[in-house]
């Protein structure tokens, strides 16, 4: 094994520009690429080289010798050691326009003219509706929050700025109850989910649960109001510990129960803004027979707007997702809008044939992407594409399998669900012809 490389000495560092992981990124004297995080465009700063990475250094500033106009005082104190945030420092105009580029960026590379302008909606504190707290027993005390920036050491959090009120609310109190449990040994996590019905907790453990743990986990149920209450412990599926009501969520006028730790949209803003984007890109004239399939439908966040315009055909393939989708279709008497179906899309793509059966197609693909099933849906030359997108870089990767086949870009908005980090949500509609 080649013995790791000696990082260079410290230099002063002109910050050219922003780079996709929200990293000031510049040159060291021999040329090299050097992140800094922390930094700004337009910025001198003395940067300390700590690891090699990629092309370059990761780097440290050590000090900001030529702050940027658009530099400000970051709101939260945990801003720095907290992962959860890296652009709190910089003024909303220059980090709108920068998350906006973000999405322009990606589209350019895959060969679309993109718009001067593109539509965007703005993040704001306290919306956050979904949080995953990391956990750690550590010298007798508890500690809870998010992991401090590309490492595994957990960051203690009293409060987070783009969390919404009722979460924040529980970060005291789940202390002393985790501090109690022996289910908790090192590590653990917890997952919430801000339903309708209130917060839907799941904790994850690194042992089983005893008896005391699933008293004391009802008892906090009890106390702080919370619908349901799970635990998953390794290696095995989430098991309710209590049921006060039932953890239900409202999608576009269905009840929807999903299940613990259900993916669904970071808030309830940025879910409205995708809905309005995806509805935009239907087609201008709709019959009876007007199908399409949506793809990584989840638990129904698009399945139910769309079927209020067209009959759907919804593919999912996570079996609790898809069985609350199936379970709110048919309480809502919806069997005759929306079929749902379980299929893996990584490893069973639907093909270009089964495709050709649908007038458009709509997908929201997890954070790698659809590379598989964009080929095919390319293949079919479905006349409209309507793609949802948490990662640009995926996005531009399937997008230019998109313009290989003819399609062109008739719609774009970024929209900001995960407010001062450097990740983005995105709808874009493609249109062949």
């Known amino acids: 094994m080649p013995a790791p490389r000696k990082p260079p000495s410290p230099a002063a560092v002109r910050i050219d520009r922003m780079g996709a992981e ?6 060291l004297p021999d040329g090299k ?14 940067a300390r080289p700590v690891r090699p990475v990629g092309d370059g250094w990761l780097a440290v500033a050590e000090t900001v010798e030529q702050p940027d106009e658009a530099r400000v005082a970051p709101p939260c104190r945990h801003f ?5 945030c890296v ?3 910089w003024q909303d105009s220059a980090y709108r326009a920068w998350k906006a580029g973000l999405l322009s960026y990606a589209l350019r590379q895959a060969g679309f003219a993109v718009p001067e302008t593109l539509e965007f909606h703005p993040g704001l504190p306290g919306e956050r509706r979904r949080i995953d707290f990391a956990v750690r027993r550590a010298g007798g005390r508890i500690i809870l929050g998010l992991h401090a920036p590309r490492a595994t050491e957990v960051i203690d959090l009293t409060d987070c700025l783009v969390l919404h009120p009722a979460l924040m609310a529980l970060m005291a109190p789940l202390r002393p109850l985790l501090g109690g449990l022996r289910a908790v040994k090192r590590e653990a996590s917890v997952v919430i989910n801000l339903l309708d019905s209130g917060p839907d907790l799941l904790l994850r453990s690194d042992a089983p649960l005893s008896l005391d743990d699933r008293n004391a986990l009802t008892a906090f149920a009890r106390a702080h109001n919370l619908p349901r209450v799970s635990c998953a412990a390794p290696g ?3 098991e309710t510990i209590c049921l006060l009501r039932p953890a239900t969520t409202t999608l ?12 669904l949209q970071a808030t309830a803003e940025g879910e409205a803004a995708i809905v309005r984007a995806v509805l935009a890109g239907l087609p201008g004239r709709i019959t009876a027979k007007t ?5 990584y439908a989840g638990c129904g966040t698009l399945t139910f707007a769309l079927a209020q315009a067209v009959r759907v055909a919804a593919f999912e393939g996570d079996p609790d997702a898809i069985g609350a989708l199936r379970q709110a279709v048919n309480q809502g008497g919806l069997a005759g809008r929306i079929e749902a179906a379980q299929r893996h899309l990584t490893r069973q793509p ?26 095919q849906v390319a293949a079919a030359g479905v006349p409209i594409v309507i793609y949802v997108s948490c990662n640009p870089a995926t996005l531009g990767r399937d997008a230019r399998t998109m313009h290989g086949a003819g399609y062109r870009l008739a719609g774009a908005a970024a929209i900001d669900q995960f407010l001062w980090s450097a990740r983005l949500e995105s709808v874009c509609v493609f249109r062949r012809g």
Not at 22 to 27: A, N, V
Not at 35 to 46: F, K, N
């Open 350 to 375: 639907l093909s270009a044939r089964e495709l050709g059966a649908f007038t458009a197609v709509v997908l929201d693909p997890p954070h790698a992407g659809a590379a598989a099933q964009i080929a």
């Open 236 to 238: 095995e599926t989430p």
């Open 252 to 263: 576009s006028g269905v009840t929807v129960r999903p299940p613990p730790g259900a993916f």
């Open 87 to 89: 652009l709190q420092h």
């Open 33 to 46: 690429a050097v992140y800094v995080p922390l930094s700004l465009p337009g910025e001198q700063v003395l």
């Open 80 to 84: 720095g050691r907290c992962g959860g």
């Open 291 to 295: 199908r399409i399939a949506e793809l």
């Open 22 to 27: 929200g990293d000031g990124i510049g040159r």
